[in-house]
């Protein structure tokens, strides 16, 4: 039988295990462009779960299980990460209400772990991480075992022999000669569990002990408060649902709306998410209670921190602390991912309200997106990714955030620049989030970076450090020349789509003056399309080039 205190010590040591062997799985990666790679992903991913398990004394499988899922939703990285956050989603659901499980309890709970991974993603691809879950699960199921341990060894034994035959799943794989990286990273989470649960030995990790993170949310709502503060109190915790809870969160926010103000009481399946400002914390606490047991309990008196407040804020700015949550008051608002300081001023401008720091190389986690959403004044928030691996994570704050949220799944900058320039303040928000989508994909991205990796691409080998072009996310050529290759790839885009604006974001790397030669050399090509240069700033790649 497997316990909550085996259990917590096998998702540790799972953790450990990833992050120890982080480099190797981004090393998988068959795309020699620099990304949020996914070892590094997965690893950012599942220790987020790892804190908060440290932190908190949880005795059953069902509640270490629900407060690992919870914490590894909220901490997902990029797809891989998203996705492992839904597999262990999954699994606290079949293992919920149990104190320990047995064999047939940890197979249900695996492949419910399998369903719920599948249904979040729209279409599944086998010969990725999806497959060696699902030939665990199956695997687990098989064994028809009570013995815990055994089952979860028939698993991993799977998970190993499922990660053999990616290759033959996914050409791109073979060709490179590797295994899906999603898949090992996942492997090497559950060889540190079986290390953990069967040979009673939890994987140190070779990494030293993250700093903790600043609290944001208590000192800037001080920092904000005048002197003549009305409610004294800023009270935060999370609630563990509790079957059979005299009160619900309905209930919980009307009465806490009566005693305060500032009330935030977001809930899902497991967790009920609250803050509150009030002058009676302790009636506060007692009103939780009747919903569940609390955890991450945080109260701040804000008359005492007052005095210190701006110092404290500007402290916590300059940390790069999470932004302070703000009420709801406009119709609209817009959260963008980007990267590059002329990006963030150009997406200010246009009437973006947040930016979270982030993009191809730093995928943000849902948490980051999530504090932005909440930091935004708007009833309803557009949420803007502006990039493939970052769509997953931004999804998961429609149902986080105590207001509404949609995502526009911009892949690129350009394409949230657009999007946002076709937003308009008298449409609905279903209006609105077609015209934005289809405005998006209208724009075609010419993109010039570097080969990360030593990789081969279109029947081309590529060197570590060559200068690649891409065409809306896919590598079309290698030259040894910036310019030249972003002139190419920019001239392809404008004959295959008839193209009449191009705009020409640079970036680190590059300068105004080669920004403005490849400029000319697209006006000298086509006389009649409208050339514009603006410094994006960004990181990773010379130029950024949208096409319309």
């Known amino acids: 039988m497997i316990n909550g205190e085996l259990f917590k010590n096998a998702l540790i040591s799972g953790a450990n295990n990833i992050t120890n062997h982080k480099k190797d799985v981004d090393a998988l990666n068959v795309f020699p462009v620099p990304d949020g790679d996914t070892g ?41 990460g998203v996705i492992l956050s839904l597999i262990f989603r999954g699994i606290s659901n079949g293992l919920k209400d149990l104190d320990e499980a047995d064999g047939k309890a940890l197979a249900k709970a695996l492949k419910m772990g399998t369903e719920s991974a599948y249904k979040a993603v729209m279409k599944p691809t086998e010969g990725t991480i999806l497959t060696v879950i699902r030939e665990a699960s199956e695997a687990a199921e098989s064994a028809k075992e ?20 990616t290759p033959d799943m996914l050409p791109v794989l073979k060709q490179a000669g590797v295994v899906d990286a999603g898949g090992q990273g996942l492997v090497y989470i559950l ?34 408060a005048s002197g003549d503060i009305k409610f004294g ?115 200010k401008e246009i009437g973006v309200d947040n930016i979270v720091t982030g993009g191809q190389t730093m995928n943000p986690s849902t948490d ?30 429609v149902n986080l955030a105590d207001r509404q949220v949609s995502v526009v ?14 937003f308009s303040e008298t449409d609905s928000v279903e209006k609105n989030l077609m015209s934005m989508k289809k405005a998006a994909e209208s724009v075609h991205t010419a993109q010039v970076t570097f080969a990360a990796r ?52 640079y970036g680190e790397g590059t300068s105004e003056i080669m920004a403005n030669l490849l400029s000319e050399k697209l006006s000298q090509r086509f006389p009649n399309i409208e050339v514009n240069v603006i410094c994006g700033g960004q990181p990773v790649y010379y130029f950024i080039v949208s096409v319309e």
């Not at 034994?157 to 053999?164: F, G, H, M, R």
């Not at 540190?192 to 649960?197: F, K, L, N, T």
């Not at 619900?248 to 809930?267: F, H, M, P, Q």
């Open 40 to 80: 590094t992903n997965m690893s950012m991913t599942v220790t987020a779960s790892v804190r908060e398990l440290r932190v908190n004394d949880d005795r059953s499988i069902s509640e270490v299980s629900s407060r690992a899922a919870a914490a590894l939703l909220r901490g997902a990285r990029g797809n891989s």
């Open 146 to 165: 009570t013995d815990a341990e055994k089952v979860l060894v028939s698993a991993y034994e799977a998970a190993c022999e499922a990660l053999k035959k």
């Open 191 to 224: 060889e540190g569990m079986v290390s953990a649960i069967v040979k009673g030995e939890i994987i140190p990790s070779n990494e030293a002990e993250p700093a903790k993170e600043r609290s944001a949310g208590s000192q800037n709502a001080v920092a904000n």
């Open 233 to 347: 109190y800023c009270s935060e915790f999370l609630i563990n649902r509790e079957k059979g809870a005299k009160s619900n969160a309905k209930t919980l926010k009307a009465y806490l709306e009566s005693i305060g103000d500032c009330v935030v009481v977001v809930e899902d399946e497991d967790i009920i998410k609250v803050h509150v400002h009030s002058n009676e914390p302790g009636n506060v606490i007692q009103a939780a209670l009747k919903c569940g047991a609390l955890t991450n309990i945080k109260i701040d008196n804000m008359r005492f921190q007052h005095q210190n407040a701006e110092l404290g804020t500007r402290e916590n700015r300059e940390d790069g602390g999470l932004p302070e949550r703000t009420e709801p008051e406009n119709e609209y608002g817009f959260v963008a991912v980007a990267a590059g300081e002329g990006f963030v001023e150009l997406f």
């Open 368 to 397: 980051d997106i999530l504090h932005a959403v909440e930091a935004t004044p708007a009833k309803h928030v557009f949420v803007l990714p502006n990039n493939k691996n970052i769509i997953m994570a931004a999804e998961q704050c």
């Open 409 to 422: 799944p911009t892949k690129t900058l350009t394409q949230g620049i657009t999007a946002v320039l076709n």
């Open 454 to 505: 030593d990789s081969e691409s279109f029947g081309q080998k590529i060197l570590k450090g060559q200068t690649l072009g891409m065409e809306d996310g896919n590598i079309t050529l290698v030259d040894d020349d910036v310019v030249t290759a972003a002139y190419r790839v920019t001239r392809r885009l404008v004959k295959k789509f008839d193209g009449s604006l191009v705009t020409i974001y």
